[in-house]
């Protein structure tokens, strides 16, 4: 039998995991500033809302509700009014705040969950954990809080996590590709004296995926997942060459 899928309705990208993700799997967006982390947790969170019956929840760190609300309508997305019908939910807090009340039932993240039954859940970002730990072990343990509290049934969850922009494979510190079910990595190419962008599912536990690297795009809608880099090597070091 297969399991049913959870859908991110970004074209392309559910192919490339062969229908979706895995529900109750905790999934890593890793990529540098500006390669559309935040555009992709959005638009995971608007398919489950609008598309699917499954209302979200965004938890940022980050950005201020105006200028989220700002980067979304560029995008084409209306966030206020999906808050309105309470099939969005954005939650601006702190990384120790959200800590705490994680474990805490009855915490204000508990209790938004249970009332309006989230399924998705996107946090902005995991990276900002990285203050509060003194050294790579304690950092483990919190990226194992983090995802343990969000690993509840049924919720799907993306972690979106930030790279320098010089960083090669990866140093991960606290060990996070470990924690989570599923790696995504988005990644800035250059070929041929331009950028492109490009995604490549690195790791799902429990599932086959696609494994080649594939270009996308960000327009008005969001991510659309093209075809593959053909004949480049390199891609992932981020400077590509023509295969000979
Ligand atoms: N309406 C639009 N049309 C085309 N491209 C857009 C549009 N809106 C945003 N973008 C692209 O999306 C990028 C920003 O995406 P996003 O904010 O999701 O990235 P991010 O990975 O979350 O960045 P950061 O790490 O800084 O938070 C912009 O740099 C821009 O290239
Ligand atoms: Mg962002």
Redesign the pocket.
């Known amino acids: 039998m297969t399991k049913r899928r959870v859908r991110t309705g970004v074209p392309g990208l559910d192919e490339m995991l062969h229908g979706g993700f895995l529900p109750g799997s905790v999934v890593l967006i890793r ?10 947790g959005l638009q995971f969170l608007i398919h489950g809302a609008t598309e699917e019956h499954e209302p979200g929840l965004l938890i940022s760190f ?1 950005e201020f509700p105006r200028s989220l609300y700002r ?1 979304a309508a ?2 084409g997305w209306d966030l206020e009014s999906l808050e309105r019908e309470q099939r969005l939910h954005l939650m601006f807090t702190s990384p120790e705040v959200f800590l705490a009340g994680l474990e805490t039932p009855e915490s204000i993240i508990d209790r938004l969950i249970r009332e309006h039954d989230i399924r998705r859940v996107v946090l ?2 995991i990276t900002h954990f990285n203050r509060l730990a003194h050294d790579p072990h304690e950092l483990r343990q919190i990226y194992t809080r983090v995802a343990n509290g969000l690993r509840r049934e049924g919720i799907t969850s993306l972690l ?1 996590g ?1 790279e320098a922009r010089s960083e090669a494979v990866r140093a991960d510190k606290g060990g996070l590709a470990f924690v989570v079910e599923t790696i995504i990595l ?1 990644r800035y190419v250059e070929v041929e004296s331009a950028i492109r962008r490009a995604i490549v599912v690195l790791k799902m536990r429990g599932s086959d995926h696609d494994k080649a690297i594939r270009q996308y795009e ?3 809608g969001g991510l659309v997942i093209g075809d593959v880099f053909e004949g480049r090597q390199g891609l992932l070091r981020g400077i590509s060459y023509r295969a000979t």
């Open positions: 990529g540098a500033p500006g390669t559309g982390k935040t555009s992709l980050e980067d560029s995008l902005d970002s979106l930030e988005l960000i327009h008005k």
